[in-house]
Structure formats: C-alpha cells, structure tokens
C-alpha cells in the first residue's frame, strides 16, 4: 500500500464523521442522546467518559530505534502482519486506523501492539490505560490484573481477591475473580461487564460499508471502488478459508 493510499483510507472515517458533525445541532443532540443512551447498556461512565489520550484505539504508537531498524533491515524474520503494523506505525496511524486499513479485529491489533512493545519495537505508552486495555484485549492481562494496572485496585486487594478465590475453590464452590472482587466491594459489576463487553467486541471485524463513505472521499482518491474490491477480496477469502476447516475437520474425524 503507498503512501498516498494509507493518507487517503485512513481518512475515510474521519470524512464520515466530519459529515455527522455538519449536521445541525438539533439532529446532533438526538444522535448523542440514543448513543449515551445505547452506550450506557453496556459501559460504566468511566469507559464513556474516558479521555481521549487514554483510549486504547486512538492512541497513535511510535516506533522505536529498534522497531524502524527491524522494519527497514527485516533482520528478525516476523511475521507479515507484524511487519505491516510496523509500516501502519511509522505512517503515523491510530489504533482503530490499522485495524480499518487490515481489517484486522482489534483483539488481533491489540495482539501485535503487545507483541512488539515486548519486543520493543515501540515505545512504552504514556497513559497506564493503553497498556493495560491492549493487554487485557489481547489475553496478557486477566480482570484482576487490568483494575490493578489502571489503579482501580492495589496490589493488597488484589492478592485478597486472589485468596479469597482460592478458598472458595478448595470449598467447591469456585467462582471467577470478577465475581469476588464484585462481592470485596472492590469494583462494581458494571465495571467488571463493562470490561468482558470490550473484550468480546474487540473480536468483531469492522468494515466501513462503502455505500456511507463521503463522496469526496471516492472521489478525490477512487477509495469507493477500493473499498469494494478489498470486501468482496476478503468475502472470498473467508469463503476458502471456511472451506479448508471443513475438509480439516471431516479429515480428523474421519482419522478419529
């Protein structure tokens, strides 16, 4: 992908959303009041109202001297994927930009931003949320350890809530780290469902319909025909990929 078309698609969502913000402050209102309202279903206020320098998916990476050296020189043999996100990196792209350009979830994201901060290959973010939202998105980090990260538990609590689940393990009654610290008092269940929500969404793949993009935007660059050629790409991909699971599947079975 050149340089013009990631400035380009990674602007599409931003077109889309330039073009809610031009609608009259009347019809804005409506649309806030049924997305708070929508919202409020499943997220506490702490994750509505959540800074925008602590959101996991705005939050734009920077490579670091061994991450531009490993993406130029390719020396560490890593994945396509990773060297992708590498290149989305140094293009300055968001989170949520890299997932659109891929396709990639954000589970899958998340998975290669905790990669490569291991690896360092970029550097350690300044907000205590991003690491921890990305960690927990991508299985590094369990409940208890995500609300100690971001300072919502401490170390004395969490080792409690860690007792107390082992007690009622060895009493037969075994119950999950999210329901005994709900029980401690530690955090609220809309804490802890607002968290599992996040997660289980993080698993979705998100493509922009191409009917809503902006005119200019399939005009000033052809990323509406772009678009359709990368979706009926991936349809069939999905497609043979579905297939060759099947064949697997039956094979094992059939072996079993």
Same mark, same amino acid.
């Given at each position: 992908?050149?340089?013009? $078309?990631?400035?380009?698609?990674k ?6 959303? #330039?073009?809610?913000?031009? &609608?009259?402050?009347?019809? %804005?209102?409506?649309?806030y @009041?049924?997305?708070?309202?929508? @919202?409020?279903?499943?997220?506490? *206020? #702490? ?5 925008e *320098?602590d959101?996991f998916?705005?939050?734009v ?14 020396k560490? !043999? @890593? ?10 990196i140094? #293009? ?14 954000? +589970?899958?994201?998340a998975?290669?931003?905790?990669f490569c901060l *291991? ?15 990305a960690? &927990?998105?991508? !299985?590094?980090l $369990?409940?208890? +350890?995500? &609300?100690?990260r ?7 609590? @969490? +080792? ?9 393990a060895?009493?037969?009654? =075994?119950l %999950? ?7 401690l !008092? &530690?955090v ?5 469902? /607002?968290?599992?929500?996040?997660k289980?969404? /993080?698993?979705? $793949?998100?493509?922009?319909? =191409?009917t809503?993009i ?6 000033? /660059? !052809?990323s ?5 050629d +990368?979706l009926?790409?991936l ?8 297939e060759?699971l099947g ?9 079993g």
């Open positions: 992908m050149n340089r013009k $078309r990631v400035i380009l698609t602007n599409i969502l931003l077109l889309f959303l #330039d073009k809610l913000l031009a &609608f009259p402050l009347w019809v %804005k209102q409506i649309i @009041l049924r997305l708070y309202e929508n @919202l409020s279903l499943s997220l506490s *206020e #702490d994750f509505i109202h959540a800074k *320098e959101i998916h705005l939050y990476p920077t490579l670091s001297f061994v991450g531009r050296t490993e993406l130029a020189e390719k560490d !043999g @890593l994945d396509n994927n990773i060297y992708t996100f590498l290149k989305n140094s #293009d300055e792209l968001n989170i949520l930009e890299i997932s659109m350009n891929n396709f990639w979830t954000m +589970e899958e994201v998975k290669y931003y905790i *291991e690896q360092n290959y970029v550097k350690v973010p300044d907000s205590k949320y991003i690491y921890a939202m960690g &927990f998105m991508a !299985g590094k $369990r409940t208890g +350890e995500y &609300f100690k971001i300072g919502k538990i401490n170390v004395d609590q @969490l +080792e409690e809530t860690i007792v107390k689940q082992r007690e009622c060895e009493k037969g009654t =075994p %999950k780290m999210a329901e005994i610290m709900i029980n !008092g &530690f609220t269940e809309k804490d802890t469902s /607002s968290l599992l929500t996040i289980e969404e /993080s698993k979705k $793949r998100f493509i922009l319909d =191409p809503i902006p005119k200019e935007a399939a005009e000033n /660059s !052809g509406l025909k772009a678009c359709q +990368e009926a790409k349809t069939e991909q999905n497609r043979l990929l579905k060759q064949k697997i599947l039956a094979l094992v079975k059939k072996n």
